[in-house]
């Protein structure tokens, strides 16, 4: 018989060995591996609509500092961020809803009801309670919740929150 392979029990067992062996490693290695890449890939959401309260809850006029926290998944990493918002309620319907942190350097502002003005500790920043600049250093009004990024749904606030 020329021509033909004959191969021994030996070579055989061998062959048979890798074939089994990566059978079993490609059925239990690929389901560890996606299970490991999965988190990586998964998309995060970045905007949500966040509820701030009954509208009828804040005084008239007088500027509320509202608190709020975020969770953000990155892989395996969750992180859980503390943000807080200023709500002016202007009326039964209406309301003005500004960021905490000042333009200039990102520092929290507060509210001065002597002074009936946002103040900025760092670098002593001013806010007017409509948000323009009165004094100081930043560049910008406070940032704004207004138009289509604010909404009172069965007498709740709710802002339209992005993040980053």
């Not at 949500?48 to 500092?65: C, D, F, H, Q």
């Not at 009936?116 to 100081?136: K, R, S, T």
Request: with cysteine; hydrophobic share 40%.
């Amino acid at each position: 018989m020329a021509g033909s392979h004959h191969i021994s029990r030996r070579e055989f067992i061998t062959l048979t060995t890798a074939a089994v062996g990566t059978v079993i490693g490609a059925v239990v290695g690929l389901p560890a591996i996606a299970y490991l890449i999965a988190p990586a890939l998964k998309a995060s959401t970045t905007d949500a609509w966040i509820p701030l309260g009954k509208l009828a809850a804040y005084e008239l006029g007088k500027p509320t500092l509202v608190t709020f926290t975020r969770s953000k998944i990155n892989g395996w990493e969750k992180t859980v961020n503390s943000y807080g918002v200023f709500v002016v309620r202007k009326s039964d319907t209406d309301a003005v809803v500004f960021s905490n942190k000042c333009t200039h350097l990102g520092c929290h502002v507060n509210w001065n009801p002597d002074k009936q003005e946002y103040i900025c500790p760092c670098h002593d920043a001013q806010f007017g309670i409509d948000g323009n600049v009165l004094g100081g250093p930043p560049p910008r009004p406070l940032d704004r919740y207004s138009g289509d990024k604010v909404e009172i749904k069965d007498g709740t606030v709710l802002i339209h929150f992005l993040e980053g």
